[in-house]
């Protein structure tokens, strides 16, 4: 039928130019009709517009963004973080309502897009988000942080809040009511904290261990393994599915996060190669 075929734009300023021709109490409520209709012409436009440069047209990014919201899902309900660490606590029957807001404000979501791993546990807190990178960067590094220590009634030490964030574990006491070497819900690395007024600082130890990582070639082909020491001076070989150094690195640690969690972050790891076959 042609009333179903949208009018082209010629069409819409006749329209326009009889408005004025309308007796005066109608062309008022007319005209505003009229402007209404064409701001909703416009956004058609630019909504077709965005669509045909939409990036998603290509199947494989759809894919990738389907696969990366199921790594997103999995990690909420296996590692039970989200935000700011919603319904952390297991047995959990039924999984949380999530909102357009919660996808687009997730540090989580981000952190997976951008083709890294996530956590097995949750990471530390800051500003009420997943304070990532903490747990990432290098030795050495310090940041101001909003700090203190917490007592029980007979003056022990209990632990320590940081940046609100209250599951900050007291490893040790290096100087009484001034440094100490914490740790988050004992997992990861190690930080120093330095109490301090108005600032106190959180400065990432240095690390305590070293791991090899054997590169073995046989007829074009390359693989990567980490060693890994256990009692009664036994090796445990776990192959690391990489290409390169780098890659072969970021897999052993995501193996040491989900296997030794008190340990992730305070390995440095040692690149041995072994003569081609």
Same mark, same amino acid.
């Given at each position: 039928?042609?009333? /179903?075929?949208?009018?082209?734009?010629?069409?819409?300023?006749?329209?326009?130019?009889?408005?004025? &021709?309308?007796?005066p109490?109608?062309?008022?409520?007319?005209?505003r009709?009229?402007? @209404?209709? +064409?701001?909703a012409?416009?956004h058609?436009?630019?909504?077709?517009s965005?669509?045909?440069?939409?990036p998603f047209?290509?199947?494989s990014?759809?894919?990738?963004?389907?696969?990366?919201?199921?790594?997103?899902l999995k990690?909420?309900? *296996?590692?039970?973080?989200?935000?700011?660490g919603s319904?952390p606590?297991?047995?959990?029957? #039924?999984? %949380? /309502?999530?909102?357009?807001e919660?996808v687009?404000?997730s540090?989580?979501?981000?952190?997976?897009?951008?083709?890294k791993?996530p +956590?097995?546990f949750?990471?530390?807190t800051r500003?009420?988000? %997943?304070?990532?990178d +903490?747990?990432?960067?290098?030795?050495?590094?310090?940041?101001?942080?909003?700090?203190?220590?917490v007592?029980?009634?007979q003056? =022990?030490?209990?632990?320590t809040?940081?940046?609100?964030?209250?599951?900050?574990?007291?490893? &040790? /006491?290096i100087?009484? *009511?001034?440094?100490y070497?914490?740790q988050? $819900?004992g997992?990861?690395?190690?930080?120093?904290?330095?109490?301090?007024v %108005?600032?106190?600082?959180?400065?990432?130890e240095?690390?305590?261990? #070293?791991? *090899?990582?054997? $590169?073995?070639e &046989?007829?074009?082909?390359?693989?990567?393994?980490?060693?890994w020491p256990? /009692?009664?001076?036994? @090796? =445990?070989?776990?192959p690391? &599915?990489?290409?390169?150094?780098?890659?072969?690195?970021?897999?052993? #640690?995501?193996?040491v996060?989900?296997?030794?969690p008190?340990?992730y972050? $305070?390995?440095?790891?040692?690149? $041995?190669e072994?003569?081609?076959?």
């Open positions: 039928m042609d009333d /179903e075929i949208p009018l082209d734009a010629d069409e819409l300023m006749a329209y326009f130019e009889r408005i004025d &021709r309308l007796p109490e109608d062309a008022e409520w007319v005209n009709l009229f402007q @209404e209709c +064409l701001r012409r416009v058609e436009a630019e909504l077709q965005g669509q045909e440069a939409c047209e290509d199947p990014q759809i894919a990738q963004v389907a696969l990366d919201t199921a790594e997103w990690t909420l309900w *296996n590692v039970g973080y989200m935000g700011a319904f606590s297991k047995p959990r029957s #039924a999984f %949380p /309502e999530i909102e357009l919660d687009l404000k540090a989580l979501f981000a952190r997976i897009r951008q083709g791993r +956590l097995p949750p990471p530390p500003n009420g988000l %997943p304070w990532h +903490l747990l990432e960067e290098a030795e050495g590094e310090s940041h101001k942080v909003a700090a203190e220590i007592r029980n009634d003056g =022990k030490l209990v632990g809040i940081i940046e609100k964030a209250s599951g900050w574990r007291i490893i &040790r /006491e100087e009484e *009511n001034r440094e070497i914490v988050y $819900q997992k990861g690395p190690l930080f120093r904290l330095i109490l301090g %108005p600032d106190s600082v959180l400065r990432r240095p690390k305590e261990w #070293a791991r *090899n990582i054997l $590169q073995q &046989r007829v074009g082909i390359r693989t990567f393994t980490l060693l256990e /009692e009664n001076s036994r @090796e =445990k070989r776990v690391l &599915r990489a290409l390169t150094w780098e890659r072969a690195e970021s897999e052993a #640690a995501h193996w996060a989900a296997n030794h008190e340990m972050g $305070q390995i440095r790891f040692i690149r $041995q072994t003569a081609s076959g």
